[in-house]
Nanobody, 121 residues
Framework: QVQLVESGGGLVQPGGSLRLSCAAS????????MGWYRQAPGKQRELVAR???????NYAASVKGRFTISRDNAKNTAYLDMNSLEPEDTAVYYC???????????????WGQGTQVTVSS
C-alpha cells in the first residue's frame, strides 16, 4: 500500500504564507507526477499545481506567481509554498501522486486525507 500524509495547513491572515508538505510512504518503486488540489465548500476539487518527476511544473492561473510547488525525490515528498494568501484560497488542500509500486506496474493514483487552509483576518 501507499500512503500520502499532508501537513502544514492552518489559519493565516490575508497576505500571509504557509508551507504544505506531502510525504509518500509504503510500497513505492517510483513516483511520477505529484500535485496539489483544493476543494472549497460547495465547489468542485480543482488543480492548484503539479510537478513532474523531472521537475516540470504547471499552476492554476489563480495561484501563479504566488504559489510554488517543489519536490524532494529522495524523501518522496512534495511541498507547496503559498505566499500572498487570499481569503479565496481557503479550502481543503489534497496531495496527489502517481505511484509505481514495481518496475512491472503502471502508475496508480493516490490521494492524501487533506489539510485545511483558512485565510481570514
Amino acid at each position: 500500500q501507499v500512503q500520502l500524509v499532508e501537513s502544514g495547513g492552518g489559519l493565516v491572515q490575508p497576505g500571509g504564507s504557509l508551507r504544505l508538505s506531502c510525504a509518500a510512504s509504503g510500497s513505492i518503486f517510483s513516483i511520477n507526477g505529484m500535485g496539489w488540489y483544493r476543494q472549497a465548500p460547495g465547489k468542485q476539487r480543482e488543480l492548484v499545481a503539479r510537478i513532474g518527476s523531472g521537475g516540470s511544473t504547471n499552476y492554476a492561473a489563480s495561484v501563479k506567481g504566488r504559489f510554488t510547488i517543489s519536490r524532494d525525490n529522495a524523501k518522496n515528498t512534495a511541498y507547496l509554498d503559498m505566499n500572498s494568501l487570499e481569503p479565496e484560497d481557503t479550502a481543503v488542500y489534497y496531495c496527489n501522486a502517481l505511484v509505481r509500486r514495481s518496475m512491472w506496474s503502471t502508475p496508480d493514483d493516490y490521494w492524501g486525507q487533506g489539510t485545511q487552509v483558512t485565510v481570514s483576518s
